[in-house]
């Protein structure tokens, strides 16, 4: 931006960088309205307020914290970030007719000279937008099939998720029924052999195995000296469909 006198020179895609979409409408920021202006943020609002009457909502409105949260989002510098951070409130936005009407109170030459340049700056925004109209109107069909695309592959892979079958899992300490559920499951699903090496087979561990499906040959691996001889012999003869090793 230079300045010569009364004359104020902004470059136009310096203007267009300013001008945002919101509720459907280009509108611009009254912080930055203020620096183009040369007026303090809280000095602009002040004559907004003084002319109310000037100033319907179709001309100018107050964001809400959503959408300031959205409109931060598009600031392309950390700079610009900074610069309409630390606010107090939620910032006001005026519309291409709250602009020109923002000449007229602030009563300023730099105003009316800015605010023509402003002007000029929303009818290139325009025109690009109508000449483009059918590449914006493409990329959202892409944007749109894209996103139906990601749905879909996000249903497929909660699928597999749900259907693939867990092999192992840690538990925590206090979680005991969450590891006894978990153990009575993998030994339901055996159908054929069920094989366990386990160094510490007490009682609990015989209660679970009779949780399996009648048919199923199992096989236990003990540590050498952990029972006793007549321990096997009597597992083995009890149960013969299953059979203890040491």
Known sequence: MTQDNSLVLVEGNQIQNLIYTMRGKQVMIDSDLAVLYQVSTKRLNEQVTRNKNRFPEKFMFQLSEDEYDNLRSQFATSSEESQHGGRRYMPYVFTE???????????????????????????????FLISNASIFERMDRMELKQLETDQKFGEVFNYIASQTEVKQNIFFDG???????????????????FTLIDNYVDTNTLNLLCKKNAGVNLYRFLRQGRCAAGFLVDQNRNFPEESTFQ
């Open 97 to 127: 007719q709250g602009i020109a009407m923002l000449s007229a109170v602030l009563r300023s030459d730099v105003a009316v000279n800015v605010s023509i340049q402003i002007m000029d700056a929303f009818v290139e925004m325009r025109r």
């Open 175 to 193: 979680q005991v029924y969450d590891a006894f559920s978990f153990i009575v499951d993998l030994i339901k699903k055996a159908e054929i052999n």
